[in-house]
């Protein structure tokens, strides 16, 4: 007789699974308007900042759903170490060949490993983490939070964007066109399907405290800000395309305000930063 745990683990390879074909599909033309146009590159800056203002230079960082490798060979060209993991092992194949191109071989590890597999590493970091939205996947945040603990060194930082639970634009957006199903996927409390190239991706969607709470038992808060609150998310590019200047200054609105209570817990990603306790 199966239990309902086993059960639930064997839903969950299922899921992950899925998500793997998923991103393997599309690692090949990733880099472009699927996973990486303008607004997905406005985005992407605000975690660098975040790791190189918590984390010297020369620092070891683990990076959790790596990708193409954009972020990794960033790090590596300021100078830090890193170890790139990703799910996908067409992801993880893009990243040493980026890494490769930009000769950062000495500076970027690559291994094929989800962000449920980090109980197979044992290695020390300074600093862990993902961008854009590889957290929003992983089946048990709270296993995800012990395995960062064990893996930090003493002081060690967490920074992460992740997909939030209230984006504004994308309630209107949606609502407008009488489509009251997709203007609430966000809405959803467990997980859900999201359809990509074909494919399913398995996601779940935060707000900013609520994810913190898996984490909270190992990690002190240190702060976080909405990204992507007063411009539109990534797939209305074309907005974005044909408004320019209106973009501009949404985009400064973003930049200034994104941090202030209430508006931080919006936007169609959040940028949180902890540290080990």
Request: proline fraction near 5%.
């Amino acid at each position: 007789m199966t239990s309902r745990r086993d059960a639930s683990g064997s839903l969950d390879e299922v899921r992950l699974l899925d998500t793997q074909r998923a991103f393997d599909s599309v690692a090949a033309d990733y880099d472009g308007p699927r996973g990486n146009n303008e607004l997905i590159q406005r985005m992407r800056p605000a975690l660098w900042g975040a790791v190189c203002r918590e984390l010297p230079a020369g620092g070891r960082l683990l990076d959790l759903g790596c990708g193409t490798g954009l972020d990794a060979v960033e790090f590596a060209q300021r100078g830090y170490q890193v170890v790139a993991t990703d799910w996908s092992p067409r992801m993880v194949a893009r990243t040493q060949l980026r890494a490769a191109a930009a000769g950062m071989e000495g500076r970027v590890a690559t291994a094929h490993l989800g962000i449920q597999q980090l109980d197979r590493l044992d290695d020390a970091f300074d600093g862990i983490y993902s961008n854009l939205g590889p957290l929003n996947c992983a089946p048990d945040l709270h296993v995800v939070a012990a395995e960062c603990a064990r893996l930090l060194r003493p002081g060690g930082r967490l920074a992460f964007s992740v997909i939030g639970r209230i984006c504004p634009w994308e309630l209107v957006h949606y609502s407008r066109r009488g489509r009251w199903r997709r203007a609430g996927v966000r809405a959803a409390r467990g997980v859900t399907a999201v359809g990509m190239n074909h494919h399913t991706i398995w996601t779940r969607y935060y707000l900013p405290r609520e994810f913190y709470r898996a984490f909270a038992g190992h990690f002190v808060l240190a702060g976080y800000r909405a990204l992507g609150l007063f411009l539109p998310p990534p797939y209305l590019v074309d907005y974005y395309r044909r408004h320019p200047r209106r973009c501009g200054f949404l985009g400064r609105l973003d930049d200034r305000l994104g941090a202030l209570p209430l508006l931080r817990d919006m936007g169609d990603h959040f940028l949180i930063v902890m540290r080990r306790r």
